[in-house]
């Protein structure tokens, strides 16, 4: 007896030994498998390929674009309603399976050959997220094997709710929304908690066929097939026959609604960034998608740049606005036109227009460059050059003056008199320092000093935010980070971006600002002063009046404005409109930014090659420091400039446009609803 049983004894250890052998053989199998596998736990960042989300410099989401879930419920948000609606639509018993339900299965298979359709699918809710996310949507048995695998290690790494909270995340549910938050709001313009039963039902419902099921394709259809999960709801205990009936007698009461950030909420700018991408990432990266971009952009200044722009542009008018920092590039404010839906040509990056006498910037800086100081008398008179005859505005014409009045100004015959001193090459050479002339070449030709040439508001503005940053160019961008489909950092703008370089240098570049800040303080640029706070600038007007520019900065930011018309036709106005839009943006967005000073104005100790002898000094000029200060004389209170208003006459009122300046839509009644700010006789330096 005592024999027997110790050979029972013995077959019970092996009996044992073998059972745990085989389960440690399961163990370590299904473990080594996982590794093959990826990991679950990051499911929370997955994207969809295609699918492009911008954020603005705060984190707002700006767009979403392709197919991407534009709202996400979150595990301890999850309304009861909505859970038990899915559950009992797509898996009744996800609570007692390990992933893969076989008595669902078997049931499923039941009910739908008794009902004589497919009615009820077999793969559980975790075995739709593993397909989702991870597979393809073929019908094949390694893809099913696969989903089976991967079901396995759902719920493996993540509780049930998570799993559940995922799927309702990515779930397509027909008419452009992907997930319960989408789908809620689509249909019904509701959040998750909101939805009634009915709703919740619907919803529910559509999975199986989406784009057959949806209520605002085929109501009927979605009213049967909410009908089916109502049924289910009640034979898995969620409801009761009576809740059951009222739900089934409520009508559909849709209110549909666009699929939140489906529309940019500055499109000119998003636009702009799709272009950019190519410029950082991999063609690879991009057939992916699944990206994420943290961009530059300012949501606040951006609406305001729209309003300014909507202001000034009046009618069929047209304007654009770039507004960057100068030592890094980021553009914070983009507006390219004032309805994008109507037109998404995009004015501020790709639209070649005439830059007027924006343009001269580039010869005083290469006469600055060259050793001319800008106390050096020029002469404006009358005059041609190899048959090219420029004039002044009004035909008015100051004679011998100090450079920087010449530009304080807006003076043509100087500017073209210093481009034929100084040669083209040279201004040219200037010009493509600074990121000019790389879209279209620049030419051996005088009016190239005056703007004949046409450039990109974004270029110029670019240019200038550069002499802004003591000469050190920066290429414009809208990029802080690019993020790819499991959050992984692409692209960043510290560790990849362009590195600034020096395009001038430092002492010529802040001689330069400070003769940008004569135009404004007393010059054509005086629109655009801002109460207790420098500003240097340039308007620029075409021929004709086409184009009205102003690009102007403070030392923490550089903004460009352009206004006219798509068919260049004449404006009837000046670019005093432009430096009305340019304070119209600027003023109201500097109230939070700390008043800065530009740098002090450097002692050149430089002499143009040129001359036998020192700069021309008026009678009386003293060596002082080596250079001296010219009382700037004010301008003849008769005369105008295509970039100047005359004075306004004492007694004027000042709470309207100034005289001179005709609304550019020429009726009356189509004046801009912001009067520009008032005007004042340009003070003595």
């Not at 013995?10 to 440690?24: E, M």
């Not at 100081?373 to 003056?401: H, K, L, Q, W």
């Not at 801002?530 to 184009?547: C, F, H, I, M, Y």
């Not at 000094?617 to 003849?636: H, I, Q, R, S, V």
């Amino acid at each position: 007896m005592n024999q027997r049983r110790r050979q029972l004894v013995r077959s019970g250890l092996l009996a044992a030994a073998i059972g745990s052998g085989v389960a440690l053989g399961q163990a370590a199998l299904v473990s080594g498998f996982d590794l093959l596998l990826p990991d679950a736990r990051g499911i929370s960042a997955f994207n969809r390929p295609g699918t492009l989300t911008i954020l603005s410099a705060d984190g707002q989401v700006v767009q979403k674009i392709g197919p991407a879930t534009r709202e996400k419920l979150t595990v301890e948000a999850m309304p009861a309603l909505v859970e038990q609606a899915f559950i009992a639509a797509e898996d009744r018993r996800y609570y007692q399976h390990d992933g893969i339900d076989l008595v669902g299965i078997g049931r499923a298979l039941v009910r739908n050959i008794t009902r004589h359709s497919v009615e009820e699918g077999a793969s559980t809710i975790t075995q739709q997220l593993a397909r989702t996310v991870y597979l393809s949507q073929d019908r094949t048995i390694l893809r099913k094997f696969a989903e089976i695998a991967l079901a396995g290690k759902l719920e493996r790494q993540l509780s049930k709710k998570q799993i559940l909270t995922e799927y309702l995340n990515v779930v397509y549910l027909g008419s452009s929304a992907y997930g319960v938050a989408d789908a809620a709001w689509i249909y019904f313009s509701k959040t998750p908690n909101q939805l009634t039963l009915p709703e919740a039902a619907l919803i529910a419902g559509l999975p199986p066929a989406p784009s057959v099921y949806s209520p605002l394709v085929t109501p009927h259809l979605a009213l049967e097939r909410r009908a089916i999960v109502l049924r289910r709801m009640q034979e898995a205990g969620f409801i009761s026959a009576d809740q059951q009936a009222e739900a089934n007698a409520t009508p559909l009461q849709l209110k549909p609604a666009e699929p939140k950030y489906f529309q940019s909420r500055a499109p000119y700018f998003t636009s702009w960034v799709q272009q950019q991408l190519s410029t950082v990432l991999t063609k690879e990266q991009l057939e992916v998608g699944g990206l994420t971009v943290k961009s530059s952009l300012n949501l606040a200044w951006q609406e305001q740049a729209q309003k300014a722009i909507d202001t000034y542009a009046p009618g069929e008018m047209e304007g654009a606005l770039v507004a960057m920092e100068p030592g890094t590039g980021l553009v914070r404010a983009m507006v390219g036109g004032k309805d994008f839906a109507k037109s998404q040509f995009n004015r501020a990056a790709d639209a070649l227009r005439s830059p007027g006498s924006t343009f001269k910037l580039f010869v005083y800086l290469t006469a600055l460059k060259e050793g001319m100081r800008p106390e050096r008398i020029v002469v404006d008179t009358p005059r041609c050059f190899a048959g090219y005859c420029p004039r002044n505005f009004g035909d008015r014409y100051m004679g011998s003056i100090p450079m920087v009045v010449a530009i304080q100004n807006s003076l043509n015959i100087v500017a073209v008199g210093l481009l034929q001193q100084l040669g083209f090459d040279k201004v040219i050479e200037t010009a493509k320092s600074l990121g000019i002339g790389t879209v279209r070449e620049l030419g051996h030709y005088y009016p190239l000093a005056i703007g004949a040439y046409e450039q990109t508001l974004l270029e110029m503005t670019t240019a200038y935010a550069a002499i802004n940053n003591s000469g050190i160019f920066v290429k414009a961008t809208p990029f802080e980070e690019v993020l790819g489909p499991n959050g992984e950092l692409l692209w960043s703008r510290r560790v990849d971006g362009e590195r600034g370089r020096r395009a001038v240098d430092g002492d010529i570049a802040n001689t330069m600002l400070w003769m940008l800040q004569q135009v404004v303080k007393g010059g054509t640029g005086a629109g655009a002063a801002l109460p207790n706070r420098p500003v240097a600038g340039k308007t620029g007007t075409s021929e004709g009046g086409r184009d009205l520019w102003f690009i102007g900065s403070i030392p923490q930011l550089t903004t460009g404005v352009w206004l006219g018309y798509d068919s260049n036709q004449t404006t009837g106005n000046t670019s005093v409109v432009a430096t009305y839009a340019w304070r119209a943006f600027m003023e109201p967005i500097t109230k939070n930014l700390p008043v800065r000073q530009f740098p002090q104005r450097p002692v050149l100790q430089t002499s143009y090659a040129g001359d036998r002898k020192n700069v021309r000094k008026p009678p009386g000029a003293g060596a002082g420091n080596g250079y001296w200060a010219p009382t700037l004389p004010a301008p003849d209170p008769t005369a105008t400039s295509p970039d100047r208003l005359a004075p306004i006459p004492e007694g004027t009122p000042t709470n309207g446009p100034p005289p001179g300046v005709s609304s550019p839509a020429a009726p009356a009644a189509a004046t801009p609803n912001m009067p520009p700010p008032p005007v004042a006789a340009p003070p003595t330096p």
